[in-house]
C-alpha cells in the first residue's frame, strides 16, 4: 500500500505523491549436489504522483539479484535494472479512463498483479515465464473502464515483439523490446475483459495481436496472436486459480530460416492450483493465514512446429506443493518443493524458501 | 499508429468535456437510493474533538484526517429515517471518495463509492461487494478478507473501504445522542 507523503483534507484539491514497493527473498536449492543459493530476486519501488483527481503518474521500478555486474568469465549471471511501468492514467469516469507510458500488458494474472504476497509459490509460475512472458510491459495507450455492472475491460496499443527474439525454449520472452528504443514498426493490440460474477469469483479473458517482421518480406508477417483465460475463485478459506494460454505464430518457418532458431507455430501452457487457509482450524481467533497448496502446470513452447521436429524438452510439466504464511495481508513467508519433468523423460526437482512483502 | 494516437486523443477530449455531478450531487443522489425519492435531505458540520479522534482511530484502526465532518441527515415525514457520512480513503495513488448511509438503528442501509480513481481495484464499487456492509454495525469488527469478502486484484481498495466504513460506523456510535 502507498504511504502518502502529504495529506489532503479534500482528496481533489492538492496534489500528492506516494511511494510503495514489493520485494522478495529467494533461497532456491536444486535436488542433487548442486548447492542452494540466496538471491534477493526482486526489489522494487513505486512512485506515483497525482497532479489532480483526474490525472495521476504511476510507475514502478526494479532491481533484480541487488546489483548490476557484467556477466563475466566465471559466469556469474548480471542483474537488472529496469522500469516496469511508468505511464500518466487520466481517468474521466468509472467508465473510461486512459493510459500512456510504459504499461503493462494486461495478459493472465501474474503480468498485471505480481507482488509476492498475492501468489503461492516462492518463485511465480512457469507459465507466467514462457508463455506470458511476465514482466510484459511495452510503450503504449490505451484506454480501460467499466462497461457494465461487474464487468471492467482494457484496451491498448504498444509496441510489438520483434521476430528476432522468439525461440523454442522461451517462446515471446526474448521478444519482447521493453521500451527500450524500442521500435513502433510492430504496432499491437492487447486487451482484457474481466467479469466479477459474486465476490468469490473472478474471471478474466485476454489478447495480444501483432506482427513482429517490421514489414521484412523476408521473414513474413510473423504475427504472433496470443489468447488467455483465468478464472479465481474462493469460498470459506479455499482460493482456486486456473489460468491458461495459447500463442500462434504465423511465418515461424520463415522466421527461423533467417535466424537459425527453432520458433514454434504454437505454444501454449495452463495451471491450476488450489490452496486451503488451514488457520483458522488452528487458531479461530488468528488474522494470519497459513495456506498449503498445489499447483500443477503443463506448457509447451514447440506445441506445433514446422520443418523440424518438436523438442521433447520444451514440452514441460511442473507440479509445485508447499505453504503459505501470511502474518498480514502484505507480508508473505513462503516453502515449496517442485518437480519439474518433460517429454524426454529428465526429472528435476528444487526446494524454495522465500520472503515477500508489498505496502 | 497515428490514426490510433487520433482516436485516442478524440476519447480524451470527447471525456473530458463531459458534464460531471459533484460528489454533493452524487451524494443526496446516493442517499435517496437508500432511503426513498421523497426523502428530505438536510447537511450540517460536526466539529470532532481531539479526543473524539482519538477515540474512533484506537478502535477503528483508522483515523479522521480532518477535524469536522459533514453529516447529512435525511427524513421522511418530519422524521429522521437515516444518516450519511461521506469520506476519502487512501487506494493505491488516488482518495476513494465513498458515502455510508446508516439508518436509525445504527446499521448500514448501503455503501455507495461517489469518486474512484484508480485504474485497478474498481471492483469495490461493484453492488456484489458493497451489500456485504448492509445491516453491519458498530459492534461488527469487519475484519478485510473474512467478515467481509476480498476481491482478487482489488485487496487496497477493499482493505479501504472496509477500515473506513468500520470509521463511520464507530463515528455514529459516538456522535448519534448529537447529531
Known sequence: ?359 | MKSLLCFLCFIAFAASSRGQSTIEDKAKAGLHKMFGDSAAISSSWRRLSGSEIDSIAQLSHSRWQRDSLQVYVCSAHQKTVGYGFVDDVKGKVQFITYLTGINTDGKVQDVDILAYRESYGGEVAYESFRRQFRDKSSADKLIPGKDIKNISGATISVRAITTGVRKILLTYDLLKGTL
Open chain 1, 1 to 359: 500500500m502507498f504511504i502518502a507523503l502529504s495529506f489532503t483534507l479534500a482528496a481533489s484539491a492538492q496534489e500528492t505523491t506516494s511511494i510503495g514497493g514489493y520485494g522478495e527473498l529467494h533461497y532456491n536449492e536444486p535436488d542433487g549436489a548442486a548447492r542452494g543459493t540466496l538471491d534477493f530476486h526482486r526489489f522494487v519501488l513505486y512512485l506515483g504522483h497525482t497532479f489532480n483527481e483526474k490525472i495521476s503518474f504511476k510507475s514502478e521500478v526494479e532491481i533484480e539479484h541487488t546489483k548490476i555486474e557484467a556477466t563475466g568469465s566465471g559466469g556469474a549471471e548480471g542483474g537488472e535494472v529496469a522500469i516496469e511501468q511508468a505511464y500518466l492514467d487520466w481517468h474521466f469516469s468509472e467508465h473510461l479512463g486512459m493510459k500512456a507510458g510504459i504499461i503493462l500488458a494486461p495478459i493472465g494474472v501474474i503480468n498485471q498483479i505480481h507482488e509476492p504476497p498475492t501468489f503461492n509459490g516462492v518463485e511465480r509460475p512457469s507459465v507466467d515465464d514462457v508463455v506470458i512472458p511476465t514482466t510484459w510491459r511495452e510503450a503504449g495507450a490505451g484506454i480501460y473502464g467499466s462497461f457494465a455492472e461487474n464487468t471492467s475491460y482494457q484496451l491498448y496499443a504498444m509496441a510489438g515483439l520483434r521476430a528476432e527474439g522468439l525461440s523454442g525454449e522461451e517462446g515471446l520472452r526474448g521478444s519482447r523490446q521493453e521500451a527500450l528504443e524500442s521500435s513502433p514498426m510492430n504496432p499491437s493490440i492487447t486487451g482484457r475483459i474481466d467479469v466479477v460474477p459474486n465476490t468469490d469469483l473472478k474471471l478474466g479473458a485476454s489478447f495480444f495481436v501483432g506482427s513482429t517482421t517490421e514489414g521484412d518480406s523476408a521473414l513474413g508477417s510473423g504475427t504472433v496472436g496470443l489468447v488467455s483465460a483465468n478464472a479465481q475463485y474462493s469460498t470459506n478459506g479455499f482460493t482456486f486459480r486456473a489460468v491458461g494460454a495459447f500463442a500462434a505464430i504465423s511465418d515461424a518457418d520463415k522466421i527461423n530460416a533467417v535466424y537459425g532458431n527453432d520458433v514454434a507455430d504454437q505454444i501454449y501452457g495452463y495451471y491450476i492450483e488450489g490452496a486451503y487457509d488451514v488457520m483458522p482450524l488452528l487458531c479461530a481467533e488468528s488474522e494470519f493465514s497459513l495456506s498449503p497448496f498445489i499447483r500443477c502446470e503443463k506448457f509447451n513452447t514447440q506445441a506445433k512446429v514446422t520443418g523440424f521436429a518438436a523438442n521433447p524438452l520444451y514440452d514441460r510439466n511442473v507440479t509445485t506443493v508447499g505453504a503459505t504464511f501470511k502474518p498480514t495481508f502484505n507480508t508473505a513467508f513462503k516453502i515449496d518443493y517442485q518437480f519439474f519433468n518433460n517429454a524426454a523423460d529428465v526429472n528435476t526437482k528444487q526446494l524454495n524458501f522465500g520472503i515477500g512483502y508489498s505496502f
